[in-house]
C-alpha cells in the first residue's frame, strides 16, 4: 500500500531561521510528487512538482528536493507569512492519477 | 482566471439527511477529483472523473456516496442518509488531465453533521 509520512507534525521558526520539512513516501512506482500550502479555511494552493531523483525546485524562500525515498522542503529565512501547513503527496504509477496525501506538516513562523 | 469553486461553503446538516456538494472546475480541465480531509487526518481521495470515461470510485466510503458530472464540467457529491463521521472538510480538485498533471484545488466545503 502507498503510504506517504511527514515530518516533523508541527515546527516553530523564528523570522529568518532557515530549516526543512521532511516527506518520507513508500510506492511500488512514483509517477510525481507534490507539495501543497494550506492555509487555515482554505484548499491546498499548489506549489511544485518533482519527478525524478535528483530534481529540486526552488520558488522564492522554498526549494524542494527528491530523492528515491524521501523529498525535502528547505525554508531559507522565513517570514510570517509562510506560516501554514504544508502537505506531501505522490502519484503512483497506474493510478489514474489521484494523489495520496500525507498528513502535513503545520509550520509557524513568528517575529 | 478564476479558479475551482465550491458551494456551499459551509453545510450543518442532521444526522441521516441528504445533502448536495457542488464542484465549478477550471474551464477547460477534463479531470475533476473529490477529496475529504478529516481533523487530523490527510486528504482522502473520494472519486475521479476524466472526459468521457468511467469514474474511478475506489475511494468511496460507502454506497451513502455518489457523484455525477453533468456536460464534462460541473460535479455534484451526494451523501445520502449522513452520519456524524461524515463530517469534514470535501475538497474539489480539477486537473488538465494529461499523464503528468498537476491538480488544482477549490477552497472546500465544510460539512457539520449533527
Known amino acids: 500500500e502507498d503510504q506517504v509520512t511527514q515530518s516533523p507534525e508541527a515546527l516553530r521558526l523564528q523570522e529568518g531561521e532557515s530549516s526543512s520539512l521532511n516527506c518520507s513516501y513508500t510506492?511500488?512506482?512514483?509517477?510525481?510528487l507534490f507539495w501543497y500550502r494550506q492555509d487555515p479555511g482554505k484548499g491546498p494552493e499548489f506549489l511544485f512538482t518533482?519527478?525524478?531523483a535528483g530534481e529540486e525546485k526552488e520558488k522564492e524562500r522554498l526549494k524542494a528536493t527528491l530523492t528515491k525515498k524521501e523529498s525535502f522542503l528547505h525554508i531559507t529565512a522565513p517570514k510570517p507569512e509562510d506560516s501554514a501547513t504544508y502537505l506531501c503527496a505522490v502519484q503512483p504509477i497506474g493510478t489514474a492519477s489521484k494523489l495520496t496525501f500525507g498528513t502535513g506538516t503545520r509550520l509557524q513562523v513568528t517575529l | 482566471g478564476a479558479g475551482v469553486s465550491q458551494s456551499p461553503s459551509n453545510k450543518v446538516t442532521e444526522k441521516g439527511k441528504d445533502v448536495e456538494l457542488r464542484c465549478d472546475p477550471i474551464s477547460g480541465h477534463t479531470a475533476l477529483y473529490w477529496y475529504r480531509q478529516s481533523l487530523g487526518q490527510g486528504l482522502e481521495f473520494l472519486i475521479y472523473f476524466q472526459g468521457n470515461s468511467a469514474p474511478d470510485k475506489s475511494g468511496l466510503p460507502s454506497d451513502r456516496f455518489s457523484a455525477e458530472r453533468t456536460g464534462g464540467s460541473v460535479s455534484t457529491l451526494t451523501i445520502q442518509r449522513t452520519q456524524q463521521e461524515d463530517s469534514a472538510v470535501y475538497l474539489c480538485?480539477?486537473?488538465?488531465?494529461?499523464?503528468?498533471?498537476?491538480?488544482?484545488f477549490g477552497p472546500g466545503t465544510r460539512l457539520t453533521v449533527l
Open positions: 518533482l519527478y525524478s
Open positions: 480538485a480539477s486537473s488538465l488531465g494529461g499523464r503528468l498533471d498537476t491538480q488544482y
Open positions: 510506492v511500488s512506482g512514483l509517477r510525481g
